[in-house]
């Protein structure tokens, strides 16, 4: 029965999909691929991307057509002139950057990064974008809160040693002469 369940089983297809890790995926003009997923590594589409593209620790330029999704973490976006991406573009602690004419299908999500786009860029649905520096007031804030603590503490403990010897100790007196030396005439 389990023979008959293992070879009833389909496998998983992947036709004309680019998985890489390490290795840089580039689409050539006029040529298409289905998804594109890139781990450490940067998707160069000059021709067209049928589906999603997803890179995480690498950037990604679009200079033809994503008939998808595009979604980036820790790495620069970049659509060059007349670029289109079909659906969503989401990036996360990286750039983003549209030339003229682009075009985003749906929304664009950009999260602690930073957004250049050209006034021709259209953007169909939601834009949302929050800045880096949005995410570094608690940790600025904290940090000031830990260094007032620091500074407190460090003030409470010299006056406090201040305040034990209010004067500078006196000098230890001179030892007396010694009686055991050279004879003297």
């Known amino acids: 029965m389990l023979a008959v369940f293992a070879l009833a089983a389909v496998p998983a297809r992947a036709n004309n999909d680019a998985v890489q890790f390490g290795s840089d995926i580039y689409v050539a003009p006029g040529s298409s ?3 594109a997923v890139c781990f450490f590594c940067s998707v160069n589409a000059q021709g067209s991307v049928d589906h999603d593209i997803v890179v995480f620790f690498g950037n990604v330029h679009i200079a033809g057509r994503s008939n998808h999704d595009v979604v980036n973490f820790f790495g620069n976006v970049r659509v060059d002139n007349d670029g289109i991406i079909a659906h969503d573009l989401v990036s996360f602690f990286g750039g983003v950057r549209l030339g003229d004419s682009v075009s985003v299908g749906n929304d664009m999500v950009v999260m602690f990064g930073s957004v250049r786009a050209s006034n021709s860029a259209i953007i169909a649905g939601n834009r949302v974008f929050q800045p880096v520096w949005v995410l570094l007031i608690p940790f ?4 000031g ?8 503490v460090r003030s409470f403990r010299s006056r406090r040693l ?3 010897y209010p004067f500078p ?3 230890p007196p001179p030892a007396p002469a010694s009686s055991v030396g050279p004879h003297q005439p």
């Open 169 to 171: 100790p006196p000098p």
């Open 140 to 143: 600025l804030i904290l940090g």
């Open 33 to 35: 691929i289905h998804d």
């Open 145 to 152: 809160i830990i260094y007032a603590i620091v500074i407190g």
């Open 162 to 164: 201040y305040a034990a």
